[in-house]
């Protein structure tokens, strides 16, 4: 879709690396910037992993050589001089918001008269929003739309808020071909499983996964499960995979800024958070052609088709979780077909149709 006319943009992002909200705000930089827009993007933090396109602002760096007061001070400034410089014609900020006092200054001194837009990651809204209303209606309140990444976080946005100031527009997904390059990938002589995030227990319920895999019958299958990232949980995961004697069969890889060669190799992948937005993981897997079983928290309903590209169970129950897991490895049929759907089930996720509601969306806004 032609722009009525380019318009200059800044992406506003806690970091480019580690993580699936990061990746998607690398996605929105190139989509934007191939829609025609003079892109912008300032990191809070020294961490680019994934390919962005635009001009980049990396407050990060700045932070690494002093987060002194003096410091803080700097990157403010330097901040304040790009948005005043640029003229942006909208804003587009994607990072968490945990601390409402900092964002009440940001929103009074930054992004004071800027045509702002929030983008909402997670149905935890307090990581992005504050809790009392009255705190959001103060803090927020010349925010002009926020861009929820799932109909679930929009339609909690809007009930908690009480604002009409709420649109959907899903995360893209773009894997490349440089990133299925396998060319580093270690030989596995094994099949095996995947759970592919961070390691952080109370948000991405890996022991759920690890009890419910020990109660399962994969490893007597022989099929082992492989557990891919870091996180402050590791090590308490790898005592827990000890004590149940599974130290054969459950295999940790550390974090990959390229996992795709390993989800490609994979028999399924394995979603079991306490809750998400749009986890990147599982639409990046069936595109993969790799189907999915997830747990039924925010999310993973508005991707996986139960029984057709995936399964969905009911969370924290390792029952129910275990029984899924083994209907993919013995019943061959239900997996052919979820493995046979998985790639075309997540065409309304491409690259192109995200880019065609990003461009309605600006258009709107400018």
Same mark, same amino acid.
């Given at each position: 879709?032609?722009?009525?006319?380019?318009?200059?943009? *800044?992406?506003?992002?806690?970091?480019?690396?580690?993580?699936? @909200?990061?990746?998607?705000?690398?996605?929105?930089?190139?989509?934007?910037?191939?829609?025609?827009?003079?892109?912008?993007?300032?990191?809070?933090?020294?961490?680019?992993? #994934?390919?962005?396109? &635009? /001009?980049?602002?990396?407050? &990060?760096?700045?932070?690494?050589?002093?987060?002194?007061?003096? &410091?803080?001070?700097?990157?403010?400034?330097?901040?304040?001089?790009?948005?005043? %410089?640029?003229?942006?014609?909208?804003?587009?900020?994607?990072?968490?918001?945990?601390?409402?006092?900092?964002?009440?200054?940001?929103?009074?001194?930054?992004?004071?008269?800027?045509?702002?837009?929030?983008?909402?990651?997670?149905?935890?809204? %307090?990581?992005?929003?504050?809790?009392?209303?009255?705190?959001?209606?103060?803090?927020?309140?010349?925010?002009?739309?926020? /861009?929820?990444?799932?109909?679930?976080?929009?339609?909690?946005?809007?009930?908690? #808020?009480?604002?009409?100031?709420?649109?959907?527009? #899903?995360? @893209?997904?773009?894997?490349?071909?440089?990133?299925?390059?396998?060319?580093?990938?270690?030989?596995?002589?094994?099949?095996?499983?995947? #759970? *592919?995030?961070?390691?952080?227990?109370?948000?991405?319920?890996?022991?759920?996964?690890?009890?419910?895999?020990?109660?399962?019958?994969?490893?007597?299958?022989? /099929?082992?499960?492989?557990?891919?990232?870091?996180?402050?949980?590791?090590?308490?995961?790898?005592?827990? /995979?000890?004590?149940?004697?599974?130290?054969?069969?459950?295999?940790?890889?550390?974090?990959?800024?390229?996992?795709?060669?390993?989800?490609?190799?994979?028999?399924?992948?394995?979603?079991?958070?306490?809750?998400?937005?749009?986890?990147?993981?599982?639409?990046?897997?069936?595109?993969? &052609?790799?189907?999915?079983?997830?747990?039924?928290?925010?999310?993973?309903?508005?991707?996986?088709?139960?029984?057709?590209?995936?399964?969905?169970?009911?969370?924290?129950?390792?029952?129910?979780?275990?029984? @899924?897991?083994?209907?993919?490895?013995?019943?061959?049929?239900?997996?052919?077909? *979820?493995?046979?759907?998985?790639?075309?089930?997540?065409?309304?996720?491409?690259?192109?149709?995200?880019?065609? %509601?990003?461009?309605?969306?600006?258009?709107?806004?400018?």
């Amino acid at each position: 879709m032609a722009n009525i006319k380019n318009k200059k943009i *800044c992406i506003v992002v806690s970091s480019l690396g580690r993580g699936g @909200a990061e990746r998607s705000s690398a996605t929105l930089s190139n989509m934007l910037y191939n829609l025609g827009h003079e892109v912008h993007v300032v990191s809070v933090l020294n961490r680019i992993d #994934y390919d962005f396109a &635009g /001009v980049l602002l990396n407050l &990060g760096e700045l932070k690494d050589k002093s987060d002194s007061l003096i &410091g803080r001070y700097q990157r403010f400034l330097a901040f304040r001089k790009l948005i005043k %410089d640029k003229k942006f014609d909208l804003i587009i900020d994607c990072r968490s918001k945990p601390n409402p006092l900092k964002e009440f200054f940001i929103h009074s001194l930054l992004y004071k008269n800027q045509n702002l837009v929030h983008v909402v990651h997670s149905s935890k809204l %307090d990581t992005y929003l504050p809790r009392k209303k009255w705190i959001f209606n103060l803090v927020f309140r010349s925010v002009k739309a926020f /861009v929820c990444v799932s109909d679930g976080i929009k339609d909690q946005v809007r009930k908690t #808020y009480n604002t009409n100031k709420v649109r959907t527009i #899903y995360n @893209a997904v773009h894997i490349s071909e440089n990133e299925l390059d396998v060319t580093y990938h270690p030989i596995m002589d094994f099949e095996y499983i995947l #759970y *592919c995030g961070r390691l952080e227990d109370k948000v991405k319920n890996i022991s759920l996964l690890i009890d419910a895999y020990k109660l399962s019958k994969l490893k007597s299958s022989g /099929v082992k499960l492989m557990i891919l990232g870091d996180g402050r949980d590791k090590s308490k995961l790898i005592k827990k /995979v000890e004590t149940l004697d599974l130290e054969d069969s459950v295999v940790f890889f550390s974090y990959k800024k390229n996992p795709f060669p390993y989800i490609k190799k994979a028999k399924f992948t394995v979603l079991t958070s306490r809750y998400e937005g749009f986890p990147m993981v599982v639409p990046e897997s069936l595109a993969l &052609g790799v189907p999915v079983i997830a747990v039924n928290c925010p999310g993973p309903a508005e991707i996986i088709k139960k029984r057709y590209n995936g399964l969905l169970v009911e969370n924290f129950r390792e029952e129910a979780l275990a029984e @899924a897991m083994n209907s993919f490895i013995f019943d061959k049929d239900l997996y052919q077909c *979820c493995k046979r759907n998985a790639k075309k089930s997540i065409e309304r996720f491409s690259a192109k149709n995200i880019s065609k %509601d990003w461009a309605v969306f600006i258009n709107e806004m400018v």
